[in-house]
């Protein structure tokens, strides 16, 4: 199993731009999240989704928007990249049956110039 | 106002010794979760929990329900202990998490 994984590691984009960071699981989990962290500052959740077909906000989701592709695949989006969301994005998945064990993927570090 | 605060932020220690790490949080919870970040970035879980105790290896992670407390405990320290510790509350669907704690271990 390769786990969580996420494509690009590594992005520079310049103000204005859009780009999709790509995030795929193959442990059948039902949950997945989209962070980024900040320094100083603990990771916050942009997006979720507690099944296939739906998503939801969570506490920074401006400027942002998800698709669930299907149980495996949950992509996030950036339509107008903004210095702002310079960040190291991470995607996590949940295991339900074993104590809500999340497990996350190698991360994105994007820079807006 | 952060949901969950950690203590201490840094920490460092000789190799060898008995750290401990503090979560508390103000929301209620199902679960606790501790990460850790390694230097290069990747996070992994060490534990989830919602009562009581948990060991593995020379980690040991404890809950207080009622005092909204946990603590990571790692004995016998050692420099590859040195990362970033996070812990996360579960609150429904998601969790809040702290901003982290950085140990150094110097041999």
């Known amino acids: 199993n390769a786990g969580v994984t996420q494509t690009p590691k590594f992005q520079v984009l310049k103000t204005g731009q859009s780009m999709t960071l790509q995030c795929a699981q193959d442990?059948?989990?039902?949950?997945m999240y989209w962070y980024r962290q900040d320094p100083g500052m603990g990771l916050r959740l942009i997006y979720y989704?507690?099944?296939?077909?739906?998503?939801d906000k969570g506490e920074v989701p401006n400027g942002y928007n998800v698709s669930r592709l299907n149980k495996r695949e949950f992509s996030l989006r950036l339509e107008s990249a903004a210095p702002s969301q310079t960040s190291v994005y991470f995607c996590?998945?949940?295991?339900?049956?074993?104590?809500?064990?999340?497990?996350f993927g190698p991360g994105t570090r994007l820079t807006v110039l | 106002k952060n949901e969950v605060e950690q203590s201490p932020q840094n920490l460092t220690a000789q190799e060898g010794e008995f750290i401990t790490i503090n979560c508390s949080y103000s929301?209620?919870?199902?679960?606790l979760h501790w990460l850790q970040q390694h230097p290069g970035g990747g996070i992994v879980s060490l534990f989830m929990?919602?009562?009581g105790k948990k060991k593995h290896g020379r980690l040991i992670a404890t809950i207080n329900i009622q005092e909204k407390h946990s603590s990571l405990h790692i004995t016998a320290s050692h420099p590859r202990d040195s990362a970033v510790y996070i812990c996360?509350?579960?609150?429904?669907?998601?969790?809040?998490f702290g901003t982290g704690t950085s140990l150094t271990v110097i041999p």
């Open positions: 929990l919602s009562s």
């Open positions: 989704s507690a099944s296939e077909g739906t998503t």
């Open positions: 929301v209620g919870i199902s679960a």
């Open positions: 996360a509350a579960l609150t429904g669907n998601q969790f809040y």
């Open positions: 996590a998945s949940l295991l339900e049956l074993a104590g809500n064990e999340q497990f």
């Open positions: 442990m059948n989990h039902n949950s």
